[in-house]
């Protein structure tokens, strides 16, 4: 068992996972950003500014809302995040859809790697083979 103090309010708790706030505090969290999500939707070309002083909340705590795709803001809102990898300008998550495609194409190419291996270990296991005298 893992006893952490909530960052929030100061309380112990038992940590499991994620971030490190109790569960009481995680509640309010969660029910502040479905507030939020509203305020958006109901505001589609709302500013970051706008948002946090309507909805009472850090803009960091929205920018991870965005990041982990919880969050997408409308096509022409007035917010929009960089991609962290080349800089384009995205509405939701880390990476412009270039991006992620470059990193999944990356990562599949190193799985298929092993297995073409396997493949050819197999099939020169099988064949013949003549000694020259």
Do not use: H
Not at 81 to 87: A, K, Q, R, S, T
């Amino acid at each position: 068992m893992d006893v952490k103090t909530c960052r929030k309010c100061g309380s112990l708790f038992n940590y499991i996972t994620g971030p490190r706030l109790c569960q009481k505090c995680k509640d309010e969290l969660e029910k502040k950003f479905q507030e939020v999500k509203k305020y958006i939707e109901d505001n589609k070309s709302a500013t970051m500014p706008q948002i946090c002083e309507a909805m009472d909340v850090e803009p960091e705590q929205v920018r991870q809302w965005v990041r982990e795709e919880r969050l997408i803001f409308a096509e022409g809102s007035g917010v929009l995040l960089n991609c962290e990898n080349c800089g384009a300008p995205i509405r939701t998550g880390r990476y412009c859809d270039k991006c992620k495609k470059e990193v999944e194409n990356g990562l599949n190419s190193l799985l298929k790697k092993p297995e073409q291996q396997k493949k050819k270990a197999v099939r020169d296991a099988a064949r013949m083979r003549f000694l020259d005298n």
